[in-house]
């Protein structure tokens, strides 16, 4: 059973802080990471994706992985109000059938 | 970044009829389509998964015969709950991608409530 692992949350950050999400997989196998932000009553939006090791920054967002620890996370720079909704992680393998977490609640206080 | 569409976006329908969702890419060829059900402050579950010009994989516990998808076309995909119950109200979100290992693109998603 493929696993991805997130803190429900939620993460209360101040506006201009930076916010720092995190998620764990268990499929050492697993080859493409994604962040997607989804507010409540709407459909998920994809913010980064990310394939190798390392740091990808688009923006006030910045995604960083490492496979040999198997966690991927999600910094976001100068958190603002409009940045608090659920972050959801999802991993894919082999299968290429992407595996969700259950999502991390952001929210950004003024 | 690609746009996917979802059709319609709200449907209210009686216990006992067919309800059909479209998803389409507009501006990218989706070989790969997903169908998600979300209930109220749950988590994404998905449905199945459909390939172009193949039988949909339906994940376990989804009644393949009560959850219809046909993906005829390189963009587009639709999902037919046929004699819907209450139980099946929920925001159905369809997703594509170009590509395998691509990222996928979510629709708006289409909130169903049966009567």
């Known amino acids: 059973q493929k696993e991805v692992e997130q803190n429900s949350g939620p993460l209360s950050v101040p506006e201009g802080a930076i916010a720092s999400l995190n998620c764990t997989y268990s499929d050492r196998g697993s080859q493409s990471f994604f962040w997607y932000r989804q507010y409540s009553g709407k459909s998920p939006e994809l913010i980064m994706f990310?394939?190798?090791?390392g740091d990808k920054e688009d923006g006030r967002f910045t995604a960083q992985l490492n496979k040999a620890s198997q966690y991927v996370s999600l910094l976001i720079r100068d958190s603002q109000p409009s940045d608090s909704a659920t972050y959801l992680c999802a991993v894919s393998g082999g299968s290429y059938i992407p595996t969700f977490g259950r999502g991390t609640s952001l929210i950004v206080h003024p | 970044g690609a746009v996917v569409s979802q059709h319609p976006s709200r449907v209210i329908c009686k216990s006992g009829t067919s309800v059909k969702i479209e998803c389409r890419s507009l501006?990218?060829?989706?070989?790969?389509m997903f169908w998600y059900r979300q209930f109220p402050k749950q988590s994404l579950m998905l449905m199945a998964t459909?390939?172009?010009?193949?039988?949909?994989?339906?994940e376990q516990g989804v009644e393949k015969d009560k959850f219809l998808i046909n993906h005829a076309s390189l963009t587009l995909s639709t999902l037919t709950v046929t004699s819907a119950h209450p139980e099946d109200s929920s925001f159905y979100i369809c997703?594509?991608?170009?590509?395998?290992?691509?990222?996928?693109?979510f629709g708006p998603g289409t909130r169903l409530t049966v009567t």
């Open positions: 997703s594509a991608r170009e590509a395998p290992g691509d990222e996928q693109y």
């Open positions: 459909s390939n172009e010009g193949s039988k949909a994989t339906y």
């Open positions: 990310i394939y190798s090791n």
């Open positions: 501006d990218f060829q989706a070989t790969t």
